[in-house]
């Protein structure tokens, strides 16, 4: 919900799948991004220019491609010696103690972005993150 910190484990997996340099420019600018920047900063794996019908038969080429097993052999690998570095759990505990800040903090903007969202409130104007022609005007 807007600018506020969350937690969904992005913290052990956006840096180990697009790097802590991407991962760090895109959790700092939470700008929109199209399928190209997502595919430069290694977020999305692949980009497809395809028409539709083209689009689908490809993705199933893809996947028939697919090695599953070997796939998920590697993966359970480097889930347990992440695991054995720094458990999961402590990525999710550090977090959520980040998270604390947005329900106990000072700052408001949890409770706000909370109650608009629960009331389906729509934004009633263009957040400065995105609107940098009027953030221009304030500084």
């Known amino acids: 919900m807007g600018n506020l910190y969350g937690s969904e484990y992005w913290s052990y997996l956006l840096p180990r799948h697009c790097g802590a340099e991407n991962a760090e420019q895109i959790t700092q600018s939470r700008l929109p991004m199209g399928s190209r920047e997502a595919t430069d900063l290694g977020l999305a794996d692949a980009c497809f220019d395809l028409p539709r019908n083209q689009f689908i038969s490809h993705c199933i080429e893809q996947a028939e491609q697919l090695n599953f097993p070997q796939l998920m052999e590697k993966k359970q690998k480097q889930r347990a010696s992440d695991e054995a570095k720094r458990p999961l759990a402590s990525y999710r505990t550090a977090e959520l103690e980040r998270m604390r800040m947005n329900f106990y903090g000072f700052d408001p903007s949890y ?24 953030r221009r005007g304030t500084q």
Do not use: D, M, Q
């Not at 972005?113 to 022609?133: D, E």
């Open 111 to 134: 409770h706000i972005a909370r109650y608009n969202f629960v009331h389906k409130v729509p934004k009633s104007r263009t957040p400065l993150t995105l609107a940098l022609h009027r």
